[in-house]
C-alpha cells in the first residue's frame, strides 16, 4: 500500500509490479489523474464528462491565449501547475493573485518545470471532498468531509496541507443532498471507466476526488489518487468493513464483492495542533507537554485519538519539528459531540501550539448551509 503522492505519480505501483508483488495504488500512467491536472481536464473532456469548469491548458510560453482568457473570466479564474508541488501548486483570484502579471509569471514557471500549466474558471459554492476506493470496475465510497486549508479562523491567512475536517453522522455534509452525493459518485466512476478506456490498465486504490457544489451542480476540483491528510483520520477509525481485506479485493479485481463500505453512524471532528507561526516561520526543536503518558497514539476514551506528524521524541520528550504536528480526532453521535470531545483531548496539551478553533463548531457549519443557501436562491 502507497501512500504519499510523490511515489505514485514516479511509478512506485509498477516497480512493485514488476518485482511480481499486488499493490493497493495506481500506477504512473492512472495516477496522471493527479500529477497532471491537464491529463484530468482533457480526459473529462474528451469522455463527454461533464464535471469541469471553463478551462486552458497552455504549453507555449507566448501563448496568447492566457491573457484572452484572464480578460475573458475578468481575472476570476484558477491557476493550476501541471505537476506535483506539494499542495502548493494552485493559484486562486482573490486570494493569491489580484493581476495578470502575478498568474503569468507563476504559468511561465510552470510550463518551464511540467510544460504545461492549467487556467481555470473560478468557481463560487461549497467544497467537499468524497474519497472512493476502486479496482477499475467498481466504486465504493467514504463519508463525505469537509476539508480546511487556511491557517486560520474564518478561512483567512495562508494555505496548509490541512488544518482539520469534519464529517457527519449522516456521512454527508449538512449543506449536501443525498443527490449531490450520489452526482459526486456518478462523476468518479465515469472518471474511472475513461481512465482505463484511455490507458488500458485499470485505477486501483484510492480515487480521491475534490468536489464543489455551485449553482450549477456538483463540480470537479480535482482529483487525487492517494488519501488524504488529515482526512484520512476522519474515516478509516470509523471504518467498519476490514481495511485490508477492501485492499486485497481490489487489487484482485473483485470489490464488487463488498457491495458498499460499513461506517459507524457518528460525527468526526479532526484538528491539528500546529507549532506557532506554521506555516510561514514555525518554531522548530522546542518541547510541548502532555497530560497523558508517551507514546500513545490512542487516548483512553474509544471516541478520541491522537495522531503524532511532525514531531519527535527526544529524551523523554515531545519535540516539534515544525510542520502540522499532531492530528486529533473526535468522534460523537453528532457535530456537537464530536466538537467537544475533540477540544478535551486538544486541552492535554501543552506548548508553543496553535490551532483553529472554529473548526466543527455549529457556527461555521451553519455558515456554510447559509452561503450555500444564498447561491441557490
Known sequence: IIGPDDPIGAGGTDAVHRAG???FA???????LESSKAFTRNLLKK???DASPDFLVSTNAQDPQRRFFYDQLQGQIVV???GLLGGKGVLIAGEHFSSFDAVESFALAS????????????????????ISIVDGTTVLDTPAIQDHKRAYENDEGPNTGGMGCVSDEHHRLPFLSEYDIAHAHQITDQTMKAIKSETGQAFVGVMYGGFIKTANGVKLIEYNARF????????????KTDFLEVCQKAVDGRLSDI?????????????YLCPKGYPTNAVRNVPITTHFSLPQHKAQEENQQVFYASVAEENGQMILKGSRAIGVLGIGKDLQEAYLNNQALIDKFEGPLFYRKDIG????IQSRVDHMNSILN
Open 111 to 130: 510550463i518551464e518545470k511540467f510544460g504545461r500549466v492549467v487556467f481555470e474558471e473560478k468557481l463560487i459554492g461549497q467544497e467537499f471532498s468524497l
Open 47 to 49: 469522455h463527454n464528462i
Open 26 to 32: 495506481p500506477t504512473k500512467l492512472c495516477a496522471q
Open 228 to 239: 488524504g491528510d488529515p482526512e484520512a483520520l476522519n474515516i478509516l477509525p470509523i471504518m
Open 80 to 82: 493550476k501547475a501541471d
Open 21 to 23: 508483488a499486488k499493490c
Open 259 to 271: 457491495h458498499h463500505l460499513e461506517f459507524e453512524p457518528v460525527a468526526t471532528v479532526v484538528r
Open 361 to 364: 463548531t455549529i457556527e461555521l
